[in-house]
Nanobody, 121 residues
Framework: QVQLVESGGGSVQAGGSLRLSCAAF????????MGWFRQAPGKEREGVAR???????SYTDSVKGRFTISQDNAKNTQNLQMNSLKPEDTAMYYC???????????????WGRGTQVTVSS
């Protein structure tokens, strides 16, 4: 089992920055990919960013160039640096972790409880 705990959410004005962190506890050797998802009220959950144990990253188009995902393997944490925030980035952000499938997808098995990000115009 792996437990994920997010931190760093909050309220910021448009154009501002926030840094989310996700600490992983437990059998972290069972995880080789991690990611961030978000869900705004009335909308479906969407994947925001992913990072694999080899350091490779991917982002959804709407955050490319503004968000950066990183990891600190020694501390079993991953971070999401969010710059140039927009009101449409407002959502509950969730950390997730899992294993890479044979097809290259990350099968997310573990989820955090989420942290709220609110961007005002």
């Amino acid at each position: 089992q792996v437990q994920l705990v997010e931190s760093g959410g909050g309220s910021v004005q448009a154009g501002g920055s926030l840094r989310l962190s996700c600490a992983a506890f437990g059998y972290t050797d069972s995880v080789d990919c991690m990611g961030w998802f978000r869900q705004a009220p009335g909308k479906e959950r969407e994947g925001v960013a992913r990072i694999d144990s080899d350091g490779s990253t991917s982002y959804t188009d709407s955050v490319k160039g503004r968000f950066t995902i990183s990891q600190d393997n020694a501390k079993n944490t991953q971070n999401l640096q969010m710059n140039s925030l927009k009101p449409e980035d407002t959502a509950m952000y969730y950390c997730a972790a899992g294993r890479i499938t044979a097809a290259g997808y990350c099968s997310y098995n573990y989820w955090g409880r989420g942290t709220q990000v609110t961007v005002s115009s």
